[in-house]
């Protein structure tokens, strides 16, 4: 097994990390599914960190699946034709990475940028006749009062002394190399509580210093979050973490602190980035306009559910369930000094095998006695969150919204290309 390695440094292109694919999994041909997926597979592998030998063979995979079912783009009068640069570009991936390293250090936005400044600009500086020459002089102009305006900027930050005299110069002697120390500084001037999150290797999970519902009743609870068996499903909770407080039964007089989101801080993963990620998994009621402040949609993310508390990466999707959060809360203090948040969630059906057109997991609610099965848990049981794609089949429902579909719905595609940390551990940790 061979590895790619290039510069640690450099950062990964976001462009590609999130896409929708629900309209092409309504759409009727397949291959247009295979077309789609394969780009995409292509994209997150061609952006990795590290590669091997399984993923540089699963890079040219991909490329020569698009190509081989390219044409039904054509069938469906989406291209006329594949003459584009770009798309030739990629036959030479695998070879580049193998020679020069991996291709995250590497982008476009350089040529693009020089383009506007040295052709766009310069063009329209000319009266459009004979304009080479005149884009010529035009660019040497300009790079003549860009060189006089940063001699003039670097005089006035350092004024000319009188003859004879030196300018000081201090001397550290635990200094002696002409690295730049400008990180080194910031660092040690901004000293907080956040970059020692993003210097661990656990995962983090945060929530706001005050609640934004302090003091929230059970009944609001029900009705603005959709946690119609709150009570059951706490009551169910206490008894197998606090049995000690068998006594104090949770009612409907009972008031909780209820927070809009917890912020999970999760350590890199170094095939995809250097940077930790954050998430943020919300479960904010709809607010309702008036007055003068507009009114704002509920939402209720849905996320990966582990049965112990999460504190490292998540390597594989065998031990996480999917789940709706409904509700993120701390208990009052009549249940005693309990530390850790908590969070009422719905739960979706284990992961089901892969749909055999799109080959993405599938999920659908999970039920009991004709009910949402619903639960309490730890936010610190809460891995990430997900994205779901409605399964509508040949035809959509008239109900479904863009702020519905997670309650109109029933079953669901597990989406694997919402990010690349959640594409490798759905697809690169199982070559």
């Known amino acids: 097994?061979?590895?790619?390695?290039?510069?640690?440094?450099?950062?990964?292109?976001?462009?590609?990390?999130?896409?929708?694919?629900?309209?092409?999994?309504?759409?009727?041909?397949?291959?247009?599914?295979?077309?789609?997926?394969s780009i995409l597979d292509f994209s997150y592998y061609a952006q990795l960190q590290i590669h091997m030998t399984e993923t540089l063979e699963a890079l040219q995979t991909t490329l020569d699946v698009f190509h081989a079912n390219k044409d039904i783009l054509k069938e469906l009068a989406i291209r006329e034709h594949f003459?584009?640069?770009?798309?030739?570009?990629?036959?030479?991936?695998?070879q580049s990475i193998m020679l020069l390293g991996t291709a995250d250090g590497f982008n476009t936005e350089l040529p693009e940028r020089l383009h506007i400044d040295f052709a766009k600009e310069a063009y329209r500086a000319t009266n459009k006749r004979d304009y080479e020459e005149q884009m010529t002089l035009w660019l040497q102009r300009q790079e003549a009062v860009f060189l006089r305006a940063a001699y003039l900027d670097w005089l006035a930050q350092h004024p000319l002394l009188p003859a004879g005299h030196a300018e000081p110069r201090s001397f550290d002697p635990g200094f002696d190399s002409d690295s730049d120390s400008k990180s080194e500084e910031t660092e040690a001037a901004s000293p907080n509580t956040t970059s020692s999150l993003v210097t661990s290797k656990e995962v983090t999970h945060i929530l706001a210093k005050a609640p934004a519902h302090p003091h929230q009743s059970v009944e609001k609870i029900v009705t603005a979050h959709g946690a119609t068996d709150f009570l059951p499903a706490l009551q169910t909770f206490l008894q197998k973490n606090l049995p000690q407080t068998t006594g104090v039964v949770p009612g409907v007089h009972d008031r909780f602190d209820v927070y809009h989101q917890a912020v999970i801080v999760a350590p890199p993963d170094r095939r995809v980035?250097?940077?930790?990620?954050?998430?943020?998994v919300r479960a904010r009621p709809e607010v309702v306009a008036s007055g003068w402040r507009s009114g704002c949609p509920g939402r209720f993310d849905m996320a990966l559910i582990s049965d112990t508390p999460w504190s490292s990466g998540l390597r594989t999707l065998d031990d996480v369930r999917v789940a709706q959060v409904r509700v993120i809360f701390t208990l009052p203090r009549q249940f005693g000094t309990y530390s850790r948040a908590l969070a009422y969630i719905e739960w979706f059906t284990p992961f089901r095998l892969p749909d055999p057109s799109s080959q993405l997991l599938q999920v659908s609610r999970s039920t009991r006695h004709l009910r949402r099965n619903a639960a309490v848990i730890h936010v610190d049981e809460i891995v990430r969150p997900c994205h779901l794609i409605p399964k509508m089949g040949q035809s959509v429902d008239t109900m479904l919204r863009s702020g519905n579909a997670y309650e109109v719905a029933s079953d669901f595609y597990f989406n694997e290309f919402i990010d690349g940390k959640m594409?490798?551990?759905s697809v690169i940790n199982s070559l």
Do not use: E
């Not at 976001?14 to 599914?33: E, F, G, P, V, Y």
């Not at 003459?83 to 695998?94: A, D, F, G, R, S």
């Open 423 to 425: 594409f490798g551990v």
């Open 273 to 280: 980035g250097d940077a930790p990620k954050q998430w943020h």
């Open 1 to 37: 097994m061979h590895h790619y390695c290039f510069a640690p440094h450099c950062s990964v292109d976001a462009s590609l990390q999130r896409c929708n694919c629900s309209k092409l999994l309504h759409h009727n041909d397949t291959d247009a599914w295979v077309v789609a997926c």
């Open 83 to 94: 003459n584009i640069p770009k798309l030739h570009q990629l036959t030479h991936y695998v």
